[in-house]
């Protein structure tokens, strides 16, 4: 009972976490770029405005349209839920799994890309279409990753993973230098970040996301939007307990979830510093450029799987 | 698993040979001539940093000097002279385009699966925890080589050709723990002369047929 | 012992000699002068060992036994009869302007140099520095090449470095994995790519590595030999260059390449067990002669033709000493011998032939008997001796691989015979029109010394009517050291 009860806490603090780490990542970027800048919790305030207000629907709108945003929402949450975030060992993490979190990311996607194009404007069919060619590229690179790290823990099992790494002795892996680099090319373009896209833009020629979400309105978009930082929540999660799994509450005590709790934080603190510099540093490229940029994260990954093969295995 | 048995050194030499791979197909990938010699550059650091660690595990101390010929002649010398004659010959903002790119990167993971296969039987046999390693050195080597049958820059070439010779002295650092001074020292004189003459070639190919690019030389054939 | 250093830092002295005065009118006799007193201490050489075995300096560093002494004496001799030729075809190349004194500094040096990495390569007894030395006389060479900086040569010259450099770093590879293998035998010496050691070890050492490790060496020095399907570079570098050096790369450069992979051979054979490396040996010299026959039809160029006829020759010495076996490695030696001379006698006379009709063009080189009858008869002569007519010694030889083939593998005759007859109908087929034909108007005679070629010619005749004694129990005990056992 006690563990479904933190499972359940677990969860709430990862949804309710994740319009912070968006809104902390856009902080340290204004910063960067000496302006003034939104404070981190101006995401929230902006999910309250939009669930107060009234939706606009099309009227050529199917059913597919108004399901999207509850299917997407729901599917990402439950992907989150069961992500080790503070603690391993919870009830939850049998069922996480990495394909499974695959799966539901590419669940979440077909609606999303749906409901793009369900209206039948030009913007949302665009969207769609760049949306699933990135994803058709970058998916290959996350599993690849992913079975590298299965193979050198013989697991698929997110929680099973952490506590073999944290277990066995500190070894240097050369596999997981090459993974952990694909994996966070991949999380960029899988979260529409810059290089790949921009989250804060609207202008026609580059957005992706955007696109696709550019007739909700109300609650609807706010689901969208949630949805969004859930996903790169996840998925800094993901590179943040996989890669740099120390600290996290191998026990149920208050004193190792408190320091798991730190430590998590921290970790993401740092990740989305790192991908403000990035985002700072680097110029959106164009969408024809794209396909390289994912092609480079399947050669790390795959040099991550081979690298794996010959020279750890033995 | 028996990765943790290794002591950290080891485990850093490891890791040392994957990033050389990685580097390998960083140059494979690399259109701008610049970033080209600069990364050739960084595989060569690597490697004087793998040589001098595999120095220290063994305690062959000669491989200090073979150290300090890889990191003048790889780090700073033969990418110094490509640079410089890149600015003499002014084809700094050269960008060559290399057809069917990511189908040349599948090949080169071939071709790190092939060496693989072929190094097989040997490290079934070696007792040195760096055996695993001549499996990388040995598609290290392939990849330069299929970056001279792919590249059409004069330059690029040179870079793939120095490219495979640290693949050589990857080999031989970490299978064998370096080969006797001797060699070791014929190897890096050829390697200097080769890239002066290089450099003499660069001027050559281009008073003889305007350009760096060997496409155009195409004069003779098999048959005619 | 003083001999073999003596014919080792003559050609090194001269190097650096001929690198300041090399420009100088009297630069081609001095090269003369040194080749010759490289000539005459490795004869010394030659009857040092013939009369006390084997001999090892006392640093371990050279080892020269009747396998490797009878090459350095070839070596040295053909080194010394194409210097000979050079000297005037250098100059007349000096007059007509198409070299200027900078690169008569370079050619004549690099000369020296190129006979220096064929003797250390020869002679040395470490396997790493063999690799070094053949890598070393590509960069002696490459610049010779593309001597003459036409568009041309500049190919020629890039893609001889290109080629031959990455073959030559599989042969490196190939070394290092016999270092690997010699390791574990011998661990932690410094004595472990020692050809004299490792041949002592040679059962000891690790089977699956050693196979591994020849398909890298014959890679890499099939590459230098010419094997098809690595000889692009071969006709190129052999046609562009000057013809002096187009001479020794073909009597010297392809027979040290060979050389090496005949060591190698000699180690492999007792770790194996088999005839493995044989096997590949055979294959790849049997595609060489079948290729090289064929496209030796297409060429138009004379030289390219004749380099061809030597991608053949080689095929057919890598192919005999695949064989094994004491009669198909004597007359694999023997073609050594025999391809050299003769092959270098026809190179310096197409040099003259080529300064007669002023280009190297088959279709314009016309009626050299008419014009000049010594450069056409040697010319004719030579051809006739390397199609493998008798009296020649070529016919000797082949002769003897034949007789070695039809023993162990009789059906691989077919092809052997079909393509010697594919080559003699190339060969006649060009150069009959070339000594026979009209001569254009106003084709006149050059200055040429024939002396060279007539001298190889004679040496080449010699040998197929009678080998003498000496040199026949001379390549026996190379034969024995190669295969284990004699033909005598």
New interface residues.
Partial sequence: MNGWALAVIQAGLLAFGAPFLAGWVKWVKCKLQCRQGPSPWQPYRNLSKLFRKDIVISEQASPVFRMAPYLVFSVTALAGSVMPFVAIGLPTSAIADVIVLVGFFALARFFLALAGMDVGTAFGGMGSSREMTISSLAEPAILMAVFTLAMTVSSTNLASMISHLLVEPFQLYPSFIFAGMGLLLVTVAETGRIPVDNPATHLELTMIHEAMILEYSGRHLALMEWAAMLKLMIYGVLIANLFIPWGIALELTPLALAIGLVAITGKLAVLGVVLAVAETSLAKMRFFRVPQFLGLAFILCLLGMLSHVILEVR | MQMAALPLSEQMILTLAALILFTSFLLLAQTRIVTLIHTFAWQGALLFFATVLVAIVSGRHHLLISAGLTLALKVFFIPWQLRRLVVRLDIRRDVETVGSSSLIMIGAGALVLFSYYVALPIRELSMLSTRNTIAISLAVILIGMLMIITRRKAVAQVIGFMSMENGLMFAAVSATYGMPMVVELGVAFDVLVAAILFGVFFFQIRNGIGSLNVDHLNRLNEVD | MSALYLTLVLPLFGTLLLSLIGHWRSAGAINLAICTATFVTSLLLAIDVFNQGPLLSPDK?FYVDAFNVYLILLNAFVGMTTAVFSGPYMAHELEIGRVDDQRMRLYYSMYQGFLLTMLVALSTN?L??L??AV??AT?AT??LV?LY????S??????Y??IC??GI??A??GT??I??AA??VLPGS?E??LWSVLHQHATEL?P??LT?AFVFLLVGYGTKIGLVPLH?WL??AH??GPTPMSAILSGLLLNVALYAVVRFKMLIDPALGSNLAGNMMMGFGLLSFVVASL?LH???DVKRMFSYSSIEHMGLMTFAFGIGGPLATFGALLHMIVHSLTKSAIFITVGHAAHVAGTQSIDKIRGLIRTQPAVGWCFLLGTVAIAGFPPFGVFTSEFLLFTATIKSWPWLVIPLLCSLGIAFAGLFRHVQPMVFGEPPAGQVAVKANMWPVILHLLLVLWLGIAIPGVLASWIDQATTMVVGKGLL
């Avoid at chain 3, 900086?149 to 041309?152: A, G, K, S, Y």
């Avoid at chain 3, 500049?154 to 893609?159: L, N, P, R, T």
């Fill in positions: 560093m470490n790493g520095l690799w070094v890598e070393g960069l490459v610049l593309s900086r036409t568009p041309e500049i190919e020629a010259g890039w893609k470095f290109m450099g990455v770093a599989q490196l590879f290092v994995l270092y690997f390791e574990r410094e472990s790519l690790e699956a590595v591994l692009n006709p190129d046609s562009e496209l297409r060429q138009r």
